[in-house]
């Protein structure tokens, strides 16, 4: 049944283990190069895959029909060749159905479920205890197989967050990685095939010496096979590419059919950080949008962190000249009023240092980089080197001016935090903030761990006792997560007030189904918050700054809407904190959102 032969005795025993092992992290590498493939089209939902892995390593064991090693590899040679283009194509074709749990089971069970399953096949077929040789169509048990396979589940979930770690991974494609696999199986499979020979009837000695001559032949076969068929995959391998840009991007990219370019598409540990720009339609003659244009946008993989307006669309109080990017293009507003919204703090004049911000720029403390201003901070660990990533898209493309090292943290807010609370109480002279802004919201969730109590005490210390916090966080007004933040806020702070950022305002029957940016404003310094009417030197000749800040008292939101009755349940600390379990259920409807922000083909094109 099993062509591939083994050395007898424990040498046998260490190959077949060893294959084993290089079976597993070939498998942990499909599934995160085949997870890296779809979060730019599906966004967290390809990372809820469990079920799916555990569904094709029990086919594996399960299937009733024996497929010998050499024909696995066959198959699997043809498997990954296809993988690139169908990996692309079938999550494209599901992803527009606009369902975020459907679409991605849909493509698990077409995509993912038969790599797995047949590379899975050597671990549950080789059995590293048996010394003898296996007779013709015997197969190892049916609980073997499945103690195998539940084993290799068990690796391959293990192991595959770890390639994330490997930086030069993000200069290799999927394409590359997926034929690099194909052309392996290939090789591999012409060098363990077995060449059938016919005997020849021995008539004389002559003869005799013309069949030693043919038994030889295979020797000769196997590298004019191997020798052919990399010749041929060389030259044929570039048409199973998928169409997914290279990454990093060399040059802009002007699609064929639609008026978009994307300027920069680079892939960094935490996912791929586009920028783009959809340009107005050769017919545009002003008026209503048919298509939304004329904008410039930053994704990290399926999550929109910011965008600007272009061209036709940009406009300034007075006439003022706009902003400018580092190629001297003009930058019109944000696409985005919650990021004006939390300037808000600057018009806080309740406290002491009002007098201070009055001449800051936006914010002095950034925690979480979506607002691409001041001094920025990564939240979520192990994830810092996508933010070099996103300082420079921001600014090479949207006028993000450049930040002396010294104010300039690139690191776990949370550990953070904790040393700088150390560094106060240690150091008197380290400067404190006077306004925190703190913005976390990506890809439909929050990280919930810097939202506690705990990381809250420690914030404090950092910040000035009349300074001001500013938390976004988008979710529904009347939802169990809304009354966890607010409860939470108000408990650190004692004083806190809350706005949204609907250009259109919000209903009450809306407030148990409207997703929508809230702002929370606190402070810690003992008076009640209230802010003075906007002036003309807050808009920084910004049309969009003007009708947000003008408008801030019909944004408000009562805060006793948000929290409730007071219960210690929805007080989040490190020990209780349900938020994360929240915020997942949430995902789904967020993708949906972003789907309907922009059209399917600016999340396509990357």
């Keep these: 049944m099993f062509p591939i032969s083994w050395p007898a005795g424990a040498r046998g025993v260490a190959c077949r283990l060893a294959v084993d092992f290089a079976v597993l992290v070939a498998l942990s590498l499909v599934l995160f190069v085949y997870e890296r493939a779809l979060i730019p089209l599906y966004g967290s939902g390809p990372r809820t895959i469990d079920g799916a892995v555990l569904f094709a390593t029990l086919v594996a064991a399960a299937h009733p029909i024996p497929v010998s090693l050499t024909r696995a590899l066959l198959f699997g040679g043809f498997i990954f060749a296809v993988a690139p283009p169908s990996t692309y194509w079938v999550a494209v074709w599901t992803a527009r159905w606009g369902r975020a749990i459907l679409g991605p089971l849909v493509t698990h069970s077409v995509v993912l479920v038969p790599m797995l399953s047949v590379l899975e096949t050597f671990v549950v077929e080789i059995n590293p205890i048996q010394n003898t040789p296996s007779p013709p169509k015997s197969r190892n048990s049916i609980g073997y197989r499945s103690l195998a396979a539940l084993a290799s589940f068990a690796g391959i979930i293990g192991l595959s967050p770890s390639w994330a770690k490997v930086s030069y991974l993000n200069n290799v494609s999927e394409t590359q990685i997926f034929l690099g696999l194909a052309a392996a199986m290939f090789n591999i499979w012409i060098m363990t095939f077995q060449v059938r020979r016919t005997a020849v009837p021995q008539k004389s000695k002559s003869k005799s010496k013309k069949k030693a001559i043919s038994s030889d032949s295979p020797t000769l076969i196997r590298p004019l096979l191997l020798a052919l068929f990399n010749a041929l995959w060389w030259k044929t391998h570039k048409f199973l590419a998928s169409p997914v840009l290279p990454h990093p991007l060399l040059a802009p990219y002007l699609h064929p059919d639609f008026p978009l370019v994307i300027h920069s598409s680079v892939q960094s540990t935490t996912g791929l950080i586009v920028v783009g720009e959809a340009l107005p339609p050769p017919s545009y003659q002003g008026g209503s949008d048919a298509v939304m244009h004329s904008l410039r946008y930053l994704r990290a993989s399926h999550s929109l962190l910011g965008g600007v307006w272009m061209g036709g669309k940009i406009a300034t109080l007075d006439d003022v000249p706009p902003q400018v990017d580092s190629y001297g293009t003009p930058l019109g507003d944000s696409i985005y009023g919650t990021f004006v919204l939390q300037e808000a703090a600057r018009l806080v004049n309740s406290s002491s240092r009002a007098g201070k911000w009055e001449r800051a720029r936006p914010a002095d403390l950034v925690l979480g980089f979506r607002r691409l201003l001041s001094i920025v901070m990564e939240l979520r660990p192990r994830s810092s080197k996508s933010i070099p990533q996103c300082m420079m898209q921001a600014r090479l493309y949207f006028g993000l001016p450049d930040h002396p090292p010294e104010n300039l943290f690139l690191e776990d807010a949370r550990a953070w935090a904790a040393k700088r609370r150390a560094s106060v109480g240690t150091d008197k002279s380290v400067p404190l903030f006077d306004i ?121 939101v009562p805060f006793e809407l948000l929290t409730g009755q007071l219960d210690s349940r929805f007080i989040l600390t490190d020990t209780h904190n349900p938020l994360g379990k929240l915020q997942n259920a949430q995902g789904p409807h967020h993708w949906w959102l972003m789907r309907q922000v922009l059209p399917d083909i600016f999340w396509e094109t990357y």
Aim: charged share 25%; with cysteine.
């Design 436 to 556: 925190a802004v703190h913005d976390c919201f990506s890809g439909g969730g929050v990280p919930e761990h810097i939202y506690t109590v705990e990381f809250w005490d420690d914030l404090k210390v950092a910040l000035h006792p009349e300074g001001v916090l500013a938390v976004n966080f988008a979710g529904m007004i009347k939802s169990d997560a809304s009354r966890m933040i607010s409860q939470t806020l108000k408990t650190s702070f004692g004083h806190c007030r809350a706005f949204h950022d609907s250009q259109r305002g919000i209903k009450e029957e809306e407030y148990e189904t409207e997703l929508i940016n809230l702002v929370f404003f606190c402070s810690r310094s003992g008076k009640s918050l209230t802010f003075r009417e906007a002036r003309r030197s807050d808009y920084l000749d910004s049309y969009l700054r003007e009708h947000v800040l003008s408008g801030l008292p019909e944004r408000e």
